[in-house]
């Protein structure tokens, strides 16, 4: 089993939709999570932080479920410009972050 | 304040050339880690540097890959006799201490194509 997984879609929905993401991830231990945001052919940039009481920022939710191993984002009012890959990362089995290979988001009009 | 900072932003090699790409992390991240991404994929980890620790290599995919860092700043990364399969982004990217905490920031990438 990966150390975190993820849904690799696309997922495909109309402006206005609310989506959700998930992330999974093996080690129970983690202590450390995030979300970041992909554009084609650029870096990845950190979208959100992600605590154990949960966090907002905007139309974006970030959630946590320890008992269940992973890791949500929900983007509600999605816009064109939400288009982008979401990459999640946690810290793994050592010291370092793990990132997930990504969800590609397709907002169409 | 800078942010993390790649050179060269591009690179056209022939293959079996050596190549090396400069990351300049944040000032003060004492953490610097390098990953690769191929085309339509995620971010393979290659290695990991924190502080005065031995690096964690366990990420590159063969000798001909290695990398150098000089105390928390400068980082460099090598790559011998490159084979066409080694085509990708190279990304850098640095953060305040290890995984455990703090998140990562990503420099813009070294995109290398090899002939």
């Known amino acids: 089993r990966k150390e975190v997984e993820q849904d690799p879609g696309p997922f495909n929905v109309p402006e206005g939709a609310t989506v959700a993401f998930n992330c999974t991830y093996s080690n129970s231990a983690s202590q450390s999570f995030f979300w970041y945001r992909q554009d084609c052919r650029k870096e990845p940039k950190l979208l959100m932080s992600?605590?154990?009481s949960g966090n907002e920022d905007g139309r974006f939710t970030a959630q946590l479920n320890r008992a269940s191993q992973y890791i949500s984002l929900l983007i509600r009012d999605s816009k064109l410009s939400d288009s982008a890959t979401y990459l999640c990362?946690?810290?793994?089995?050592?010291?370092?972050?793990?990132f997930g290979t990504g969800t590609r988001l397709q907002v169409f009009p | 304040g800078a942010g993390v900072s790649q050179s060269p932003s591009n690179k056209v090699t022939e293959k079996g050339k050596d190549v090396e790409l400069r990351c300049d992390p944040i000032?003060?991240?004492?953490?610097l880690y390098w990953y690769r991404q191929r085309l339509g994929q995620g971010l393979e980890f290659l290695i990991y540097f924190q502080g005065n620790s031995a690096p964690d290599k366990s990420g590159l995919p063969s000798d001909r890959f290695s990398a150098e860092r000089t105390g928390e700043s400068v980082s460099t990364l090598t790559i011998q006799r490159t084979q066409q399969e080694d085509s990708a982004v190279y990304l850098c990217?640095?953060?305040?201490?290890?995984?455990?905490?703090?998140?990562?920031?990503f420099g813009p990438g070294t995109r290398l194509t090899v002939l």
């Open positions: 992600v605590y154990s």
């Open positions: 990362a946690v810290n793994g089995f050592t010291d370092k972050l793990i």
């Open positions: 990217a640095s953060s305040l201490d290890g995984g455990r905490i703090y998140e990562q920031f």
């Open positions: 000032s003060g991240h004492t953490a």
